[in-house]
């Protein structure tokens, strides 16, 4: 049984390291982090921390324990919780402004370098706790906001149930072996990243829904001295006349640019007049938009159809139109063609 959960473990401990790779070049270098420095770059950080974490942890279940026992290790421990929080903050719109203070989350790595192993662990982990529950309370003040993103708040929440088991491990390292430690500590980072990958798979526009839900939660009405209605329909010319929705590179600035409001005025509008996000708008226009063509051209290839209408690849117009339709699109001109 031991050597099974050891197996398991080296097997998560791979797919941490690939998935660091992947996501690193496919989901940090996508548009949703345009502008994001300070989160792409965290984000990179925590990354390389995790996966060298999982290195190390293979060195030790292959009998090499001299990374376990490193300083290095220690300050790794020490540099991932403060990633994930620089990496989430602009994302989750707590504060986009660089100042001074920030870089007394750097006092604690600075200061394990000089603490004795026994006590820089637990310390460690006490951090993590933090950053942990500043994560809940942030996650707890969109929930006024769930009913836009629900799938993907249950993908943040198991992220965060992954971080709180982590957190117990850390407690109880005094009390169980190495052994169980870091293989423990190791699947656990496998999990985080099994669920990471899957969430930027299923939701690839996460980073958009969630920031746009910290946007509308914090804001104050934007919209108080100019006619609502007029937006609207501004709006709905914009897509359903001139079908901006089949720009590729669409973004919240964008066509807030050719509405001439800013992108929180946008947001807010959308938010209130449609009760979704900016995403899940241009997504919904887009199926539509898909729909007819399915019917209508029966010699295009369902491929082309999904990137005439705006999405970028095959998989993510796949994943939407079986959101919104519960069916393949190729599936539902079949559907379809019955009917007629």
């Known amino acids: 049984m031991q050597l099974l959960f050891q197996n398991i473990t080296i097997f998560l401990i791979g797919f941490s390291i690939i998935s660091t790779v992947l996501l690193a070049v496919t989901h940090l270098n996508c548009g949703e982090y345009q502008g994001k420095f300070l989160s792409r770059i965290a984000g990179l950080v925590l990354l390389v921390g995790l996966a060298l974490l999982q290195f190390s942890h293979y060195a030790f279940l292959q009998g090499d324990s001299s990374f376990i026992y490193s300083k290095f290790y220690v300050a790794l421990l020490f540099t991932v919780a403060p990633a994930f929080y620089f990496f989430s903050r602009e994302v989750l ?11 007394l989350h750097a006092i604690p790595l600075l200061i394990s370098l000089f603490l004795p192993r026994n006590f820089a662990l637990p ?13 809940a309370m942030i996650v707890y003040s969109l929930r006024e906001q769930r009913t836009r993103f629900k799938l993907e708040l249950v993908a943040l929440t198991a992220m965060f149930v992954v971080a709180l088991m982590v957190l117990l491990l850390g407690i109880v390292l005094p009390l169980v072996s190495d052994l169980f430690f870091y293989t423990t500590y190791a699947l656990l980072i496998g999990l985080t990243f099994i669920v990471a990958v899957f969430t930027v798979i299923r939701f690839p526009n996460i980073s958009n829904e969630v ?40 973004s919240l600035s964008i066509l807030a640019e050719q509405m001439d409001i800013s992108t929180h005025q946008l947001s807010e509008l959308i938010n209130t007049r449609f009760s979704k996000s900016f995403s ?14 399915l019917i209508d051209e029966p ?12 999405f970028t690849s095959q ?22 063609a019955k009917l007629k």
């Open 211 to 250: 920031n746009e839900a910290a946007q509308a939660a914090y804001t104050i009405s934007t919209l108080k001295n100019v006619d609502g209605s007029a937006l609207e329909l501004k709006l709905r010319q914009l897509m359903e006349v001139d079908k901006l929705y089949t720009q590729e590179t669409l």
């Open 299 to 310: 010699k295009s290839s369902v491929l082309s159809i999904g990137l005439s209408t705006g």
């Open 93 to 103: 719109k707590v504060d986009n402004a660089y100042h001074p203070a920030l870089l």
């Open 123 to 135: 310390l460690a982990f006490f951090i993590g706790t933090g950053y942990v529950v500043w994560l």
């Open 315 to 336: 998989s993510n117009f796949y994943t939407a139109f079986r959101d919104i339709t519960g069916m393949a699109p190729g599936n539902y001109r079949k559907s379809e």
């Open 280 to 293: 899940q708008l241009v997504r919904e226009y887009r199926i539509t938009e898909a729909k007819r063509m």
